[in-house]
């Protein structure tokens, strides 16, 4: 059974920082590319961050040079490092792994940056 589990969203203020945790269990982590998402009310869902199993990113233009994705293969985590948050950050950030021909998501955490 696969299961993705986020962690780490709250409310900061413009400028803050905030670092989000995924949790995988049910996969062969290390082998798999790992995706953040967000999605805010009434708006389409965005790709945020990608990090392939051999650690080479890609990022969103509209978070490039504030946000870090990273992963820990011993730890089967994935992180978003946030930095420099901006209000139209705010978003449920959503952790997703495509294995085996189907993506699996996480159930989110909520990301809410205060101007």
């Known amino acids: 059974q696969v299961q993705l589990v986020e962690s780490g969203g709250g409310l900061v203020q413009a400028g803050g920082s905030l670092r989000l945790s995924c949790a995988a269990s049910?996969?062969?982590?290390?082998?798999?590319?790992m995706v953040w998402y967000r999605q805010a009310p009434g708006k389409e869902r965005e790709l945020v961050a990608v990090?392939?199993?051999?650690?080479?990113?890609d990022y969103a233009d509209s978070v490039k040079g504030r946000f870090t994705i990273s992963r820990d293969n011993a730890k089967n985590t994935v992180y978003l490092q946030m930095t420099s948050l901006k209000p139209e950050d705010t978003a449920m950030y959503y952790c997703?792994?495509?294995?085996?021909?189907?993506?699996?998501w996480g159930r989110g955490t909520q990301v809410t940056v205060s101007s």
């Open positions: 990090i392939s199993s051999g650690g080479s990113t």
């Open positions: 997703a792994a495509p294995y085996e021909g189907v993506g699996y």
């Open positions: 049910g996969i062969m982590f290390s082998i798999i590319a």
